[in-house]
């Protein structure tokens, strides 16, 4: 991984391809890499669907490897939905499979003269860069068979849909799983449709008779990650709830405690919450032949995923992650799992972010679109999407912008993203990081811990109310780190709970780059990513002012508990004070 | 007093109880009784499982930091959850570092609150692997619910083939003797042995 591969898509005569060293941007991966590559060459008041944005996709700095949990791809850019700066990532195989191939980075630079879809084909060989006006408007299945049928079934592909062709702020970019299904999706931010912009429909990975990317200290490596792998198999939750039921493990026990937004963030608590839980969708789909223990890329040692069957035994969808159920379950009023999957097919296979999806539709039936509760409505909706009908353009670009095409005042955004699974007036502390990751509204974004994480940043007191602040800045710092080595954020709840399990990952990375990284080091870079970001985005305008949750929140009592988002301005902005 | 049946049923048949399990059993508590002394003495739950099993306690909606000192009430809703994933699922641990995340809505002991005599009936929502580890106990202690729940169960569970015998008021009886009641607006106290 010691070169980026940069096609400039808007080169006289067609796109150009080049090869340049790391340089400056040697030890840095994953997040970190598309984070640094944006802030310094992508002018921070670019306009997102230019030339001038730059879409970047990086692998971790473990992946490739034979490490556990390192398939994570990170893809990159200026975020037509937040306007602001934006790293978005997805398990699958591409990640592995371009390591492999010996690229830190794929940057797609310039825009193309007219709207032709390209094709990327990268193997062994060199990288070739062809038009291809057969996959225009392609949806990501039909797409990805074609790739198959061209390329043979040992790749691995990132593509868009329809919807980043159409250039949608709420396009997603797809990534292909073990089965080689488009089902691992970079979401957030619209980032699928900045490839669209780049004129790129489908890039496709071979790496035949490419090694395994191996470490400076192989022993030690081999020894850190048979630690790293124990930790995670006898965590409760990495060895046993997600491998069991997958993230929607958590429908019960937040709709439990009433954070689970429901009826477009009205109420706490969804009555239909057991009928979409993750334990009644993993007993659905052992009934049904599918499977609830999945893994998403090789070498997971987790497998949260899973394959959803319909009622005839046929695959429908992989299994449902918890946002994608709660945005087009709860959040709409729906109680019916296969309507669920069926929308987060037709996600998947569009290219759409699904919890933007999901806050957008409950958006439209607050407009009178369709009622709550109302399946085929949801399903038809996301058709039009697809179709890129007028009113599916206004649909397919998020919550914020339909609610002010709708005129409804309640659009659950900050920094234009939707809204996650989870009500900030029942957990606060979701909230500060919710108003003030520079992502927006991101419940990734602060999901990590590091080891002794009160003390990261000074001695905190986290039964004291400013404990909050500290904890979302720390959290933040920590989720930035880990998402640069390419490993699963998921890690991150055995990492809680056993330290030898974090200084395990540490060690891995010591003895693939022959670094003495410590725990503070680890932090440190955590906290240079975070700055890289909160530059651009003070560049490209952001003020205080958009580290806010929408006045809602801080007014409407949120029932069951009827309790308002209560942190204070005052304490926002002091998260970022380190 | 409630009507009483019993039911055996192979090991398999235990998932026809996770919607149950899910939104809710009523059960009758020993008044006075905190959450841990409910699980340890009731249940008979050893205090290691309660430790490294049942991570997130629940009382209303509210998350338990404390389960030896939250005395149980009537009509109270007791939710049990092994350790769950995600920032607020973190949160919602008894005890957790990130306690403070989610003190709005943490559970707080009413110290002045009156001692109930006698039993009263709670209700108790068993989720994720909890549901699935501990709902034999549960079942075996005994459930109050409605006969037409309990018709749905036991169909599900002739119809999947695990249902090994019932017996009404300890008189063995078929399905067809105990139809009656179950379509009664009456409740009745299930207990469940799992064969095998």
């Not at chain 1, 398990?91 to 492999?100: I, T």
């Not at chain 1, 095409?405 to 900050?414: C, M, Y």
């Not at chain 2, 009156?114 to 709902?135: H, P, Q, S």
Request: proline residues 5%; charged residues 25%; contains cysteine.
């Amino acid at each position: 991984m010691s070169k980026i591969l940069r096609i400039n898509m808007g080169a006289e005569g067609g796109p150009q391809v080049s090869e340049t060293p790391l340089g400056e941007y040697e030890g840095l991966g994953g997040r970190g890499l598309t984070s640094a590559i944006v802030s310094k060459e992508v002018p921070a008041d670019c306009h997102p669907l230019s030339g001038e944005n730059k879409f970047v996709i990086a692998p971790g700095l473990l992946s490739g490897t034979y490490g556990a949990m390192t398939g994570r791809i990170s893809v990159g850019c200026k975020s037509p939905l937040t306007g602001g700066i934006k790293e978005a990532n997805a398990g699958g195989q591409p990640a592995q499979v371009l390591a492999r191939l010996g690229y830190a980075a794929i940057v797609l630079e310039g825009k193309p003269k007219d709207d032709t879809p390209y094709k990327v084909y990268i193997n062994k060989d060199g990288v070739k860069v062809v038009p291809d006006n057969t996959l225009k408007m392609l949806p990501n299945y039909d797409l990805i068979e074609k790739m198959k049928g061209e390329y043979g079934e040992k790749i691995a592909c990132i593509s868009i849909g329809p919807a980043g062709e159409m250039k949608m702020a709420a396009a997603s970019v797809a990534c292909t799983d073990m089965e080689l299904r488009p089902t691992r999706h970079c979401g957030r931010g619209g980032v699928g449709a900045v490839m669209g912009s780049k004129g790129v429909k489908v890039i496709v990975l071979d790496d035949t008779d490419m090694p395994v990317r191996q470490a400076k200290d192989p022993e030690r490596f081999k020894e850190a990650n048979k630690k790293f792998v124990q930790g995670l198999q006898q965590h409760a939750v990495t060895g046993q709830a997600l491998p069991a039921y997958g993230t929607n493990v958590l429908t019960n026990i937040i709709n439990e405690v009433g954070g689970y937004p429901t009826y477009n963030f009205k109420q706490g608590q969804f009555e239909g919450a057991s009928k979409i839980s993750g334990e009644t969708e993993a007993e659905l789909e052992k009934q049904r032949g599918g499977n609830p223990t999945h893994g998403c890329h090789r070498g997971c040692v987790i497998k949260c995923s899973g394959i959803y069957h319909d009622k005839d035994g046929n695959y429908l969808t992989k299994q449902p992650e918890y946002e994608t159920v709660w945005a087009h379950g709860g959040n709409c009023g729906i109680d019916d799992m296969d309507a669920i999957a069926k929308m987060d097919f037709l996600d998947d296979n569009y290219g759409l972010d699904t919890i933007e999806m999901g806050a957008t539709i409950a958006v439209a039936m607050d407009a009178g679109l369709a009622r709550f509760g109302d399946a085929e409505a949801a399903i038809r909706l996301i058709e039009e999407v697809g179709k890129g009908t007028h009113l599916g353009r206004i649909l397919g670009n998020g919550a914020a912008f339909t609610a002010r095409a709708f005129g409804i005042e309640r659009a659950p955004v900050v920094k234009g993203q939707a809204l996650p699974a989870y009500d900030p007036r029942a957990v606060h502390g979701i909230g500060v990081t919710y108003a003030t990751s520079p992502m927006g509204a991101d419940h990734t974004a602060g999901y990590a811990v590091a080891q002794n994480v009160l003390k990261v940043g000074g001695d905190v007191d986290p039964l004291k109310p400013e404990g909050q602040i500290e904890l979302s800045r720390n959290l933040q710092i920590a989720t930035a780190a880990i998402d640069s080595t390419g490993m699963c954020l998921f890690i991150a709840f055995a990492l809680l709970d056993q330290p030898e399990t974090f200084q395990a990952m540490i060690d891995m990375l010591n003895a693939f780059y022959g670094w003495n990284m410590t725990v503070d080091d680890f932090i440190e870079m955590g906290r240079k990513i975070l700055k890289m970001e909160r530059d651009f985005n003070a560049r490209a305008g952001f003020t205080s002012k958009d580290d806010r949750l929408p006045r809602f929140f801080k007014t409407e009592p949120l029932p069951p508990h009827n309790i308002t988002f209560q942190v204070k301005d005052e304490e926002l902005d002091q998260v970022f004070n380190w | 007093m409630h009507r009483r049946i019993a039911i055996k049923i192979s090991r398999s048949g235990l998932a026809s109880f996770y919607p149950l399990l899910q939104e809710g059993i009523r059960l009758s508590v020993r008044g006075g009784s905190s959450v841990l002394d409910f699980l340890v003495s009731g249940i008979g739950l050893d205090h290691e499982v309660i430790e490294d099993k049942i991570r997130s306690v629940l009382i209303n909606g509210h998350p338990v930091d404390d389960p030896g000192s939250t005395i149980l009430k009537e009509g109270d809703r007791l939710a049990l959850s092994a350790s769950m994933p995600g920032l607020v699922g973190s949160t919602l641990i008894k005890g957790s570092p990130l306690a403070q995340l989610r003190s709005a809505i943490t559970y707080t002991v009413d110290k002045g609150g009156t001692k109930e005599e006698g039993e009263v009936y709670i209700e108790v929502r068993l989720f994720n692997l909890v549901m699935k580890d501990l709902a034999e106990g549960f079942l075996q202690r005994g459930v109050v619910l409605s006969g037409e729940r309990l018709r749905g169960i036991l169909m599900a569970l002739i119809s999947s083939q695990n249902l090994k015998g019932i017996s009404l008021q300890e008189r063995d009886v078929t399905f067809q003797e105990i139809s009656q009641y179950l379509d009664r607006d009456e409740e009745l106290l299930l207990k469940v042995q799992v064969l095998g």
